[in-house]
């Protein structure tokens, strides 16, 4: 007999069902399990006296073990679970579970050990179809907007952008390095004429990050297309991503969210609010903030949580453009107007999301903001890329981690990627 999902079962229909035994409960006369698949679960109700078969089958099974259920769904006024229980006629058990190893209040760090028993609980899977919404209406924009999927190497030869942060890997009798981003491919993308593309790949940062928002290996969604006038046009693009996306995940899971996690899934208005950074500090030292020399470069994490605060109070938003740092805290690659970087990053509920810029396409001033790094022979390869014509460019990487984190509310990284990857973690 064909398996019929749980969720899709219809009354009175003789059928299979195959799942995971969430519950047993066993009294004297009556034996009564919770099957549960991906679909959805249900009560099977078992008469022990007229099934005697069945009691014996499931003699010392407990529950997380995985069975095989014949028998037909019937109405029932007593059960909660759709006012439907199945009664079977015969079982099977597929795979006989031991007592699980974690509890439910076990801490993040003893739960990520059993990953693939964490994972399992309703909660967390719905992560992860959540995720996969939002990716995939992001890719649905993006392919309606004629960019092209692409798949750029990890394994790269010379350490990418900085040269910091890089996993260096054994390659042969020669080094390679863990990408650190799809940047400089992306951008190859650029001069060999794709004109727009995305990529969804892993990234390596051989970071010392102990924080909620790091990890060693994540998943980028990054961008990049030609024929831009301004960095305005990447901000631009953007917004309407995000808000297509959050849209369409909202359409589909902005109930059971804030069922679940308890938050709302808000869609952001365009334009989104943006700010310099020297004046973004202007204003969180009204909030308290103490500014420090470091802070004329970049953002603390404590200033990136109070944009948060600020973006509410003055724009009624969650989303914050941060733009003109100064050069020394940028990226070589990002073009430089009146010599500052036109370049941005994205701040959402207090966290960096992405990091975008209209990018330097003309090899000249290239190779001189990579020199002016000391960068010489480790993008050498890269500079190539702009010495045959390369039309003008931009585009950004957003951290699908992160959106996932904040998107649901949930306190650290850990908890959204599928394995975390961090400095004293690589199993399981
Ligand atoms: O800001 P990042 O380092 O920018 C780049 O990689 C550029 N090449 C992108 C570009 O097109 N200009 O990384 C992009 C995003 C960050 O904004 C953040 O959301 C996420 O990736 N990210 C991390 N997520 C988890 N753990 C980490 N260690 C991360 N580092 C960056
Ligand atoms: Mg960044």
Not at 99 to 107: E, K, Q
Request: aromatic fraction near 12%; charge should be negative; include cysteine.
């Amino acid at each position: 007999m064909n398996r019929v999902k749980i969720g899709e079962l219809k009354f009175n229909e003789p059928c299979t069902i195959k799942g995971w035994l969430e519950k047993i409960r066993d009294s004297k006369y009556m034996m009564f399990l919770v099957v549960k698949d991906i679909t959805g679960k249900i009560q099977v109700t078992i008469e022990k006296e007229k099934m005697p078969k069945l009691v014996e089958k499931l003699k010392g099974v407990i529950a997380n073990s995985v069975v095989s259920v014949q028998g037909t769904a019937l109405k029932s006024e007593y059960v909660k679970m759709g006012g439907m229980e199945f009664i079977p006629t015969d079982i099977e058990v597929l795979s006989v579970a031991e007592a699980l190893p974690i509890m439910d209040d076990a801490n993040i760090d003893n739960k990520l050990d059993y990953r693939w028993i964490d994972l399992r609980s309703d909660r967390n899977i719905l992560i992860f179809k959540i995720q996969s919404c939002f990716t995939n209406a992001m890719r649905e924009f993006l392919v309606k907007n004629d960019f092209t999927e692409i798949h750029t190497p990890k394994l790269i030869g010379a350490a990418s952008e900085s040269g910091a942060d890089v996993f260096e890997v054994k390659y042969f009798d020669k080094k390679a390095y863990l990408a650190q981003s799809p940047q400089f491919y992306k951008q190859m993308a650029m001069a060999a004429g794709f004109e727009r593309i995305f990529e969804s790949g892993p990234v390596f940062r051989a970071e010392q990050s102990f924080t909620n928002r790091h990890s060693t290996e994540f998943s980028g969604f990054d961008l990049e297309f030609s024929y831009i006038d301004s960095v305005e046009d990447v901000m631009s693009l953007e917004e309407d991503l995000l808000i297509y996306a959050l849209q369409k995940t909202k359409e589909q899971y902005g109930e059971v969210v804030k069922e679940v996690f308890g938050t709302e899934i808000i869609v952001p208005t365009k334009p989104f609010p943006r700010m310099k950074l020297c004046d973004v500090y202007k204003e969180i030292v009204k909030y308290g903030y103490v500014e420090t020399e470091e802070d004329k470069l970049d953002l603390s994490t404590e200033a990136e949580k109070l944009v948060y605060k600020l973006a509410k109070d003055k724009f009624n938003h969650e989303f914050m453009f941060i733009t003109d740092y100064p050069k020394d805290k940028r990226a070589f690659y990002h073009m430089r107007k009146n010599g500052i970087p036109q370049g941005y990053d994205l701040i959402w509920r207090g966290v960096e999301i992405t990091t975008g810029a209209q990018r330097e396409h003309r090899y000249e001033y290239l190779k001189q903001q990579a020199d002016e790094k000391g960068l010489g022979e480790d993008v050498k390869f890269y500079l190539e890329f702009f010495k045959y014509g390369c039309p003008p460019h931009g585009g950004f990487g957003l951290g699908l981690d992160r959106i996932t984190m904040l998107l649901l509310n949930i306190p650290t990284i850990k908890e959204v990627e599928f394995l975390f990857r961090g400095p004293n973690r690589i199993t399981p």
